[in-house]
């Protein structure tokens, strides 16, 4: 006989408010996230948009404020913890609010945004599964029918969110891929690479790296990638494109054609008309990634520069660029829903064949992924809470900001414009007599703003009008601030001619 055991004892169950999703818990969030508000409206913010100090010393000082690195034993409790995280956000943090954070494509969040992502959170639904979270999944086919809707595509088009741009050309590149073997009569998925002998990838000079990873992860390798030269206004010469599929062997096979539609650093547009055109004479996918660009279709005076993207087999947006929604907020569209064929899973615990024709599927057969978060719900509020028009009026102010730029830039004997605002970014580089210095003193130029922590402006290297072969280093505005105004940007060039003069005196006396 087994000997009797005395039961172990039962521990008390926990509150119903320790569960985002109760009742108790959403009163406990709404509680919780008020104090930790309260917190951050008090918390010693930086005087610049970020905190003033080297890279070191400003980690450190992060690092010195949670504590030492060691789960504890015991805990703090929930308002405890979240005022510290509060003070460590802010105190050590960026600002994106700030008038003078303009560094990259990373936009202040909007409120309704960053409220709705809080909701989104607390139910903790995926996308993957029907009993998953239904009406997530509702919310995500309605923001795809309205971002398809926008694009232009026709009535058979269809999308998915992702974890990033970088993220949504990789998809894109795997649907590319794949129908580039369906088109030989071969399965890449069971095939792989070797489907497909020779793959091509072409894309602008100026395309997004990603595109480069993309075909490394795909086992295509980065030399499958074929840079297009570009024209004077950093775009894609269609009739290099055309050449260069042209001159394509037999034993080569071009996957896909990757027009950019806003090109990182400079906002430039590939002409997508006559892309399409070519891709589709040759038949090639034609893929655009217009995670910059794509916001430009919100405004009547920009989205005329998007014509032609209606004519694309898929196109990468992000929301969390233009668009003012917390990272990441990514979208890939196909102008065809049967491109995600090859993506199609049958899984017993997910999505059983009896169950999926009964209606109870999900949108596991659109991604990568399995488990995805409902970040639509975050765009999809923001988009019924201002409408087409009133995020029009953002993109436009921002364009306005970045016009305005352009003007002080040239006004300003020590400045020089590289490129001129064709989005919400202008590209400029400051003057000194001692050239061969110029590159020193611009990096300088930019690391005692951060430094300082008095602004937060872009750097990247842009070939030389006098030797293309040159690359010089230059500063960039990335103006994605609608609140700011054009004294703002009047103080911002005024904060890098200081900069300049000073770094320009620090580089002449250790010359002397």
């Not at 703090?76 to 609010?97: F, K, P, Q, Y």
């Not at 232009?152 to 969110?161: M, P, Q, S, Y």
Request: proline share 6%; with cysteine; aromatic share 4%.
């Amino acid at each position: 006989m087994i000997p009797l055991t005395e039961a172990p004892p039962v521990p008390a169950p926990f509150p119903p408010s320790v569960l985002a999703g109760t009742r108790e818990g959403l009163a406990e969030v709404r509680a919780a996230l008020t104090e930790t508000v309260d917190t951050a409206l008090s918390a010693a913010r930086p005087a610049g948009p970020i905190p003033a100090g080297t890279p070191a010393e400003v980690l450190a000082a992060a690092a010195k404020a949670l504590g030492d690195a060691r789960l504890p034993d015991a805990g703090m409790g929930t308002r405890a913890a979240l005022n510290l995280m509060a003070n460590v956000l802010i105190e050590h943090g960026i600002d994106l609010s700030h008038p003078r954070a303009a560094a990259h494509l990373q936009p202040p969040t909007l409120s309704v945004a960053v409220a709705a992502d809080v909701l989104a959170s607390a139910g903790n639904a995926s996308l993957d599964t029907y009993d998953s979270g239904p009406s997530a999944i509702a919310v995500e086919r309605w923001l795809i029918q309205a971002l398809t809707r926008l694009a232009g595509l026709g009535d058979r088009a269809d999308g998915v969110l992702t974890p990033g741009g970088s993220l949504s050309n990789l998809l894109g590149l795997l649907l590319a891929r794949d129908a580039a073997a369906l088109r030989r009569g071969l399965n890449a998925r069971e095939h792989g690479v070797a489907a497909l002998p020779g793959p091509v990838v072409f894309c602008s000079e100026l395309a997004h790296f990603s595109v480069h990873r993309a075909c490394a992860a795909l086992g295509l390798g980065e030399a499958a990638v074929h840079p297009i030269a570009t024209d004077a206004r950093r775009r894609m010469r269609p009739e290099a494109l055309a050449a260069a599929l042209d001159a394509l062997g037999p034993d080569r096979t071009p996957l896909a054609v990757m027009a950019t539609a806003g090109t990182t650093d400079f906002g430039s547009i590939d002409p997508l008309p006559q892309i399409a055109e070519i891709a589709s004479g040759h038949g090639v996918w034609m893929h655009v990634d217009a995670a910059y660009g794509f916001g430009a279709l919100l405004s009547d005076r920009l989205a005329k520069r998007l014509d032609g993207l209606e004519l694309a087999d898929s196109i990468t947006l992000d929301l969390h660029k233009i668009g003012w929604q917390p990272a990441a907020t990514s979208v890939l569209l196909v102008s065809d829903t049967t491109a995600f064929t090859s993506l199609d899973r049958e899984v017993a615990y997910l999505n059983p064949t009896d169950d999926s024709e009964a209606g109870y599927d999900g949108l596991l057969g659109r991604s990568l992924q399995t488990t995805r978060r409902p970040d639509a719900v975050k765009a999809t509020a923001t988009m019924l809470a201002y409408g087409r028009e009133g995020l029009g009026r953002m993109v436009d102010t921002c364009h306005d900001l970045a016009r305005h730029a352009e003007q002080r830039i040239l006004a300003e004997p020590r400045l020089e414009l590289v490129a001129p605002a064709e989005l919400t970014t202008v590209v400029f580089r400051y003057r000194t007599t001692d050239l061969s210095r110029a590159d020193e003193l611009n990096g300088a130029l930019r690391r005692r703003l951060l430094e300082t922590g008095t602004a937060l402006i872009g750097r990247t290297e842009v070939a030389s009008a006098e030797d293309p072969a040159t690359k010089q280093v230059c500063l960039k505005f990335t103006l994605l601030n609608p609140t700011t105004t054009t004294e703002d940007i009047d103080d911002l060039v005024a904060v890098v001619l200081d900069a300049g003069r000073a770094c320009a005196r620090l580089i002449e006396e250790s010359a002397g």
